[in-house]
């Protein structure tokens, strides 16, 4: 059964950076896309950034030129490098995973900016 783990997150200042890490166990296979979502409270999870094991990505327009995804497909490793964070930002982050079936879930990190 493939687990997804998060680490690195934490309590950061309004324009800081953290970076969050998941490994991806109980698997032998490449998983075709790894990523981040979030949810923000009182809000519905959302798409942050997805990364293809062939390097394409995708990212939310409220990241973009702030956040970089990258991982290590020989490790089903992936990475969230989050820079110039904003209070907006708070919220738990969940490693995502998927490759054809039913996707795979991080249990969450929390990331709260604030002052």
């Known amino acids: 059964q493939v687990q997804l783990v998060e680490s690195g997150g934490g309590l950061v200042q309004p324009g800081g950076s953290l970076r969050l890490s998941c490994a991806a166990s109980g698997t032998d296979f490449t998983i075709t896309v790894m990523g981040w979502f979030r949810r923000a409270p009182g809000k519905q999870r959302e798409l942050v950034a997805v990364?293809?094991?062939?390097?394409?990505?995708n990212y939310a327009d409220f990241v973009k030129g702030r956040f970089t995804v990258s991982r290590d497909n020989a490790k089903n490793t992936v990475i969230l490098q989050m820079n110039s964070l904003q209070s907006d930002d708070t919220a738990v982050y969940y490693c995502y995973g998927h490759k054809g079936g039913p996707p795979y879930w991080g249990q969450g990190t929390q990331v709260t900016v604030s002052s």
């Open positions: 990364m293809s094991a062939n390097g394409n990505t």
